[in-house]
């Protein structure tokens, strides 16, 4: 383990000394003449780690170097001045962008490339990934996780867990950690009479992980419904890196770990005590009590509601309400497909209904929304939903968000939040209801003693449906399921619906409030579980997006999106955006002074904004299109600084020329 004077005097790090007690290390050049360049801290003679967007472990002989990880391949930059020349072989964690977008400019320098043989086609076969239409509609799968490499690398070694290698002075050895993603390794470096453990994101720091939405993963059922599916698995990674007995742990990103038991004890907790109040208002158990038998009859966690009679006003099929009047005319709610639609005229040639006088969409998934073109052809009546919903379902291609169907819809109306509205003997008001997505509806429906609130997908009997971290389910007072629990208490329902549940149900005042408890509490546990300013960022993977997300642009057209940045903090953040152009365009031949070249490609020039704080704030980001550019769908990534991090390629746009 390192001694605090061992660790001093290679680092230079005046500022760790107070992190020691926690036994977590973050590197700072200060101090008196560190013996390599600001950027590099020195953990033994032959042993060193680049602090960049993310920690790069260098492994040195002589005037080479071996790379574990690169990151946006900064990293070359900062060996010279320590006198190393070539970098001879990058290894790599794991395949997201953030690990490994400089690795084209190392590998056309003459690096070797290894990495995970099960995630090897997510590095030299990448565009196959993002070719497959199943990657970008109807997709109920988050493995792999769309942080993928814009542009295929070579890969020369391929490692499988177990293996061992000696470069230089030093020994590696491959350990099997999937968790972050389902092939990533940690590589245990001994050199210099210590062992290191460079460990990816498996972990970030005492209690800590990079991020949440990483962990979506299911087992019984699909990736979908899988919130933290991945703990387990990442839980027995960190035991065996644990077991690898090491002095100091490296993560990706995150503090260089002197205690990796404590830390990883630590962590271990922290995720389960987050889980735990997951599962505690879960409106999965509804779904799939197998998945949670061990919790099972928990006294803190909320019971599961009995059922209520359905008025007898309503109708249900598929996911499918429908409302019939008095004089038998039909208001639907939802259409997932051609079923419903069948349904809907066999129930109207039987008499059951006369006219069909609207359709209200509740969210964009397409269980919910793959009908909806033909529903139009078939029923002349206007489509009305919550403005939120209706910016996806209207321009699909301006989105990427799990289960969203490529078919358009047109909506004829958008109701404001809180607008009423009469229908025959009903009076109906509209609401924005972020629950089980951000891009969602209520709707309340009264009629003499009946108030029925149709709620989407967003609740069962059981509690709040949050099972997918990619659907933006945000903590905080006033936001999220918060702000819809709230709502539930001020409207008071007798019936709430689920298009997925038969029945009807309700919840009383003290499960909202035990409810709203629980999720206060997760603010401040999750908050804890990752290294960021709040829960959020850790939880909503697309608080930095493009819109629109894929366009169309000609030869020589010039392509324009907007890079919105969700501020999940509580005052205002300036960032900075720029673009990362494909290198088959030979930008640098098109784009003139606007563009420069850096290791990871040619980039545009930075643009500056700012987001007010719990606020969206966008940036404009424009370049042309090289009119001898080949024909083809190519991935912009995107680079973003904000609030003094460095996330290199953070999120992506698409451009087909």
């Known amino acids: 383990m390192l001694t605090r004077r061992e660790f001093l005097a290679g680092a230079g790090a005046a500022a760790a000394a107070a992190a020691l007690g926690a036994g977590c290390l973050r590197p700072s050049p200060g101090g008196a003449a560190p013996a390599q360049p600001p950027d590099l801290a020195k953990l033994s003679d032959h042993l060193l780690v680049y602090r960049g967007a993310i920690n790069v472990g260098v492994v040195r002989d002589g005037a080479k170097a071996l790379l574990i990880d690169c990151g946006d391949g900064r990293v070359a930059e900062a060996l010279a001045p320590a006198g190393i020349t070539t970098v001879d072989q990058v290894i790599f964690t794991h395949h997201h962008r953030d690990q490994a977008c400089g690795a084209w400019s190392l590998a ?27 990657n970008r509609w109807h997709n109920y799968s988050q493995h792999p996780n769309r942080l993928m490499l814009a542009e295929p690398v070579r890969v020369d070694a391929a490692f499988a867990p177990g293996d061992s290698f000696t470069w230089g002075p030093a020994t590696v050895r491959v350990l099997s950690t999937p968790g972050h993603t389902d092939g990533s390794l940690s590589y245990v470096v001994e050199v210099d009479g210590r062992r290191t453990v460079f460990c990816g994101d498996a972990i970030a720091g005492p209690g800590q992980v990079w991020d949440i939405h990483s962990l979506q993963k299911g087992t019984q ?26 002095s100091a742990l490296v993560p990706s990103h995150g503090c260089i770990m002197t205690d990796p038991p404590a830390a990883i004890d630590a962590t271990v907790a922290a995720l389960d005590r987050c889980y735990d109040k997951y599962v505690a208002i879960s409106a999965l158990r509804h779904y799939f009590p197998k998945l949670f038998a061990e919790y099972a009859d928990r006294k803190d966690h909320m019971p599961i509601r009995p059922g209520k009679d359905v008025p007898a006003c309503l109708r249900h099929f598929g996911t499918t309400w429908m409302l019939v009047s008095r004089d038998k005319a039909a208001f639907v709610m939802d259409c997932g497909g051609a079923k419903a639609i069948k349904e809907i005229k066999d129930r109207q040639a039987a008499g059951e209904i006369s006219a069909v006088e609207g359709l209200w969409i509740t969210h964009y998934h397409d269980d919910h929304t793959d009908g909806i073109p033909e529903f139009q052809k078939a029923f002349d009546c206007p489509c009305i939903t919550d403005r939120s919903v209706a910016s996806v379902i209207t321009d699909p291609m301006a989105w990427r968000l799990p289960c969203i169907s490529p078919n358009k819809a047109r909506v004829d109306r958008t109701a404001a939040d809180g607008e009423s509205w009469p229908w025959h003997e009903f009076k109906m008001t509209a609401y924005h209801f972020p629950g089980q997505t951000l891009y969602h509806s209520g709707l309340l429906v009264e009629s003499g003693d009946l108030r029925m609130f149709f709620c989407g997908d967003s609740f069962t009997m059981a509690g709040i449906d949050d099972y997918c971290a990619m659907n933006r389910n945000w903590l905080g007072r ?18 709430i619906f689920n298009p997925h549940v038969d029945q009807a149900f309700d919840f009383t005042a003290e499960q909202c409030r035990f409810m709203r408890a629980n999720l206060a509490e997760r603010e401040t546990l999750y908050g804890r579980l990752v290294p960021w300013e709040h829960a959020n960022y850790g939880m909503d993977e697309p608080w930095v997006r493009c819109h629109p997300y894929e366009q169309p642009i000609a030869p020589g057209g010039e ?57 969206d704030g966008s940036v404009r980001l424009t370049f042309r299109i090289p009119e001898q550019c080949p024909r083809g769908r190519y991935v912009v990534p995107v680079d973003l600084t904000c609030a003094g991090r460095d996330l290199p390629q953070f999120t992506e746009a698409i451009i087909t020329v």
């Open 221 to 246: 059922t699909t990736d979908y419904h899988g919130f933290m599916g991945a703990r387990p698995q990442l839980i027995e990674s960190l035991g065996r890196i644990k077991a690898a007995d090491a």
């Open 559 to 615: 392509a324009a999106f907007d890079v919105v940045v969700t501020n999940h903090s509580t005052g205002p953040r300036a960032f900075a955006c720029r673009a990362v152009l494909p290198r088959a365009w030979k930008p640098e031949l098109s784009q003139g002074a606007a563009c420069k070249t850096t290791a990871a490609g040619v980039v545009t020039a930075w643009v500056n904004g700012e987001a007010a704080a719990k606020a």
């Open 108 to 134: 056309a320098q003459g690096a070797r490339v290894g990495a995970a043989a099960s995630e090897r086609d997510w590095f030299d076969k990448v565009d196959a990934y993002w070719g497959n239409p199943k």
């Open 478 to 495: 006033g936001t999220g399921f918060d702000y819809c629990i709230a709502l539930l208490e001020k409207l008071r329902p007798t019936h």
